[in-house]
């Protein structure tokens, strides 16, 4: 199953439901055709809450919208390309992003030092990256992000001041249940990062802070889809598209750890609550501090997995004034100074 909110038109009222034969479809929609009411799918937390019986009875609710969504009205069932389609978990009870992706860790530190050391950094990197890969391969480190940064399908990421290097980072990730059951399904998270303060933060004691929490920062989307319809989750190609510029492919099979070996290590740390959501790493290949290409204003972003959907994002084209950056001037930028 994929569920999703979703509004019919901009405006309106957020609803709950699932996708059936390319429509969004909400379970307040088929409740009502069918006869049947179950409060545990008010909304995503409530079905979150309340697994497997909410499982179950969403079954039976698409297995009804399955037969009879050709008598469905235009106001009952909704394109998917018409629909405007929320994160699928509004505001996460948790946001945890792990870095089970050695050899993004690796590309990103050998880029970050060739900016921040210049011809010396040039020189290093190499050395650098490789280092980096070997030594974060199965260790489970994570951060806390800002999970009141949320953004769903074809929003606009917020371009902050402070940063000329803003960055996107795809990510499967984890929508966690309950004690039943702690996965309740994958969606796409897009960790954004302002790459260029980032190398500082990451060399003191505090970890990431204004490189990766300001606003509409941290996209996720566009469904809830159930672990049966995924299938092996180290086995998901992954591509990127930045504008007509360029196109990056990678995979899930980098990831170092399974998904349920993170969530079962988070919960030696602490119970995490339904609607808590986990990142599990940057797939590499797949972002400008990998490939040292930027993104540039006004540009729109979309990130395929398969199984999961399409999440696009959409860059600002008006930054307005923005501050020197550590790195130099970007020449795409210098008007924006």
């Given at each position: 199953?994929?569920?999703?909110?979703?509004?019919?038109?901009?405006?309106?009222?957020?609803?709950?439901?699932?996708?059936?034969?390319?429509?969004?479809?909400?379970?307040?929609?088929?409740?009502?055709?069918?006869?049947?009411?179950?409060?545990?799918?008010s909304?995503?937390?409530?079905?979150l809450?309340?697994?497997?019986?909410?499982?179950?009875?969403?079954?039976d609710?698409?297995?009804?919208?399955?037969?009879?969504?050709?008598?469905?009205?235009?106001?009952?069932?909704?394109?998917?390309?018409?629909?405007?389609?929320?994160?699928?978990?509004?505001?996460?009870?948790?946001?945890?992003?792990?870095?089970?992706?050695?050899?993004?860790?690796?590309?990103?530190?050998?880029?970050?030092?060739?900016?921040?050391?210049?011809?010396?950094?040039?020189?290093?990197?190499?050395?650098i990256?490789?280092?980096?890969?070997?030594?974060?391969?199965?260790?489970?480190?994570?951060?806390?992000?800002?999970?009141?940064?949320?953004?769903?399908d074809?929003?606009t990421?917020?371009?902050?001041?402070?940063?000329?290097?803003?960055?996107?980072?795809?990510?499967?990730?984890?929508?966690?249940?309950?004690?039943?059951?702690?996965?309740?399904?994958?969606?796409?998270?897009?960790?954004?990062?302002?790459?260029?303060?980032?190398?500082?933060?990451?060399?003191?004691?505090?970890?990431?802070?204004?490189?990766?929490?300001?606003?509409?920062?941290?996209?996720?989307?566009?469904?809830?889809?159930?672990?049966?319809?995924?299938?092996?989750?180290?086995?998901?190609?992954?591509?990127?598209?930045?504008?007509?510029?360029?196109?990056?492919?990678?995979?899930t099979?980098?990831?170092?750890?399974?998904?349920?070996?993170?969530?079962?290590?988070?919960?030696?740390?602490?119970?995490?609550?339904?609607?808590?959501?986990?990142?599990?790493?940057t797939?590499?290949?797949?972002t400008?501090l990998?490939?040292?290409?930027?993104?540039?204003?006004?540009?729109?972003?979309?990130?395929i997995?398969?199984?999961?959907?399409?999440?696009?994002?959409?860059?600002?084209?008006?930054?307005?004034?923005?501050?020197?950056?550590?790195?130099?001037?970007?020449?795409?930028?210098?008007?924006?100074?």
């Open positions: 199953m994929k569920f999703l909110n979703f509004q019919a038109k901009s405006g309106t009222a957020p609803k709950f439901g699932v996708v059936i034969s390319g429509y969004a479809v909400s379970f307040e929609t088929l409740q009502q055709k069918s006869g049947q009411t179950n409060i545990q799918l909304d995503v937390y409530s079905y809450e309340n697994l497997p019986s909410s499982e179950n009875a969403a079954r609710l698409l297995k009804y919208g399955n037969a009879y969504i050709s008598s469905f009205n235009d106001d009952e069932k909704i394109p998917l390309e018409k629909a405007k389609i929320l994160s699928p978990v509004p505001v996460p009870r948790a946001l945890i992003d792990f870095g089970l992706s050695p050899r993004h860790l690796g590309n990103s530190a050998a880029t970050l030092i060739k900016h921040a050391f210049g011809f010396f950094g040039s020189i290093i990197a190499p050395f990256r490789n280092r980096i890969k070997a030594a974060a391969s199965g260790r489970m480190l994570y951060y806390k992000g800002n999970h009141h940064a949320i953004i769903g074809n929003d990421i917020h371009w902050p001041a402070y940063t000329s290097y803003l960055d996107i980072e795809p990510e499967l990730a984890v929508i966690t249940g309950n004690e039943a059951m702690p996965i309740a399904g994958y969606t796409i998270f897009n960790d954004s990062s302002a790459r260029d303060i980032q190398f500082k933060e990451m060399m003191g004691l505090g970890g990431p802070a204004r490189s990766k929490d300001f606003d509409c920062s941290n996209g996720l989307g566009p469904f809830i889809v159930t672990p049966d319809e995924v299938g092996d989750t180290l086995a998901l190609n992954v591509k990127v598209k930045i504008g007509q510029r360029y196109l990056w492919k990678g995979s099979s980098e990831y170092c750890v399974h998904p349920e070996e993170a969530v079962k290590f988070l919960r030696t740390v602490f119970t995490p609550l339904p609607g808590t959501v986990i990142g599990l790493g797939i590499p290949d797949c400008g990998d490939n040292d290409l930027w993104i540039n204003p006004g540009e729109r972003i979309e990130i997995f398969d199984k999961l959907g399409i999440l696009r994002q959409n860059i600002p084209e008006n930054l307005g004034k923005i501050e020197p950056s550590p790195w130099g001037i970007r020449e795409e930028l210098r008007k924006f100074y």
